[in-house]
């Protein structure tokens, strides 16, 4: 057990709920490797103006933000990066001369997977929060097509972005996509535990993917998802989402830090803790 004194320095996940947030895990790990004095503890947070105010008055180094506090917190910064600006919300928070500063770095977790790949034309189910990042990454690999495909509000999630490369769509057109599209990204819940029969494809749907595409599900329990199955049977390439929560937790603690980050010690960890056999 870490021996936490009087100078250990305070890192944190703010979310409600909370208890089921792997960050302290891969956070905890990563921080034991690097031989820091720093401990990385949850905090349930219904009510997010005070509980920045008390980070403050503690002396907290910098924290991580989980649902459903990704937009709300915005006001309560003094400034946030360009990144933060372009997906609309923040996941990580650090102290600067004048206050809490917020980034996302999502999008940094999003393409560490896809850096060796070069997808042109790709398809993202869901538009939510999620799929902010995804857009924002796909924005940034330089996809020439980005097709949203979702159920409402389609048209303002539209107008957030100025991005000539970019359509939305209603799920009742998905089929005439997915033979188009080398990319496949799944920011739904749709196929998460507990239910882990439920995928955001169907059957048939599914033997419209290209076998030289790339499946990619944000969800990482179960591992893999009905969806990425649905895909590799197609001969498509399957990446969970637990690259992406592994890289994007990484570049956050690289902030907070300000050293290199143990990224395999992380993954290594969220595995051991999911029962997942280590991947190379």
């Known amino acids: 057990m870490k021996q936490i004194t009087g100078k250990t320095k305070l890192l944190g996940v703010i979310g409600d709920p909370i208890e089921h947030s792997l960050s302290p895990i891969m956070h905890n790990a990563a ?22 105010a008390g980070f403050a008055a503690i002396d907290l180094q910098g924290f991580s933000i989980t649902i459903p506090h990704k937009q709300a917190i915005i006001p309560l910064l003094s400034e946030i990066t360009d990144a933060a600006k372009a997906i609309g919300a923040v996941n990580t928070v650090w102290k600067g001369e004048s206050g809490w500063i917020g980034t996302n770095t999502d999008i940094t977790g999003f ?13 993202v189910l869901g538009n939510g929060g999620a799929a902010r990042a995804v857009v924002a990454g796909c924005a940034e690999l330089g996809c020439s097509e980005i097709h949203v495909v979702g159920r409402s509000k389609l048209q303002e999630f539209q107008a957030a972005w100025n991005l000539s490369a970019l359509k939305t769509h209603t799920w009742d057109q998905l ?22 029969d439920d995928s955001p494809i169907t059957d048939h749907q599914a033997e419209r993917i290209q076998e030289n595409a790339i499946a990619y599900d944000l969800i990482y329990v179960p591992n893999p998802t009905r969806f990425l199955k649905q895909a590799q049977q197609q001969g498509a390439t399957a990446i969970d989402g637990l690259e992406m929560l592994v890289q994007q937790g990484a570049a956050a603690l690289k902030i907070w830090t300000q050293q290199e980050v143990p990224v395999e010690v992380m993954r290594q960890a969220l595995q051991n803790h999911l029962g997942l056999a280590h991947s190379s």
């Open 31 to 52: 921080i034991e490797k690097m031989g820091l004095d720093f401990i990385y503890v949850p905090f349930r947070v219904r009510d997010l103006k005070p509980a920045i």
């Open 111 to 123: 393409l560490a997977p896809l850096r060796s790949h070069a997808p042109s034309v790709a398809v």
């Open 175 to 196: 089929s005439d996509l997915l033979p188009h599209a080398d990319l496949i990204v799944n920011t739904t819940p749709i196929g998460m535990s507990p239910n882990f």
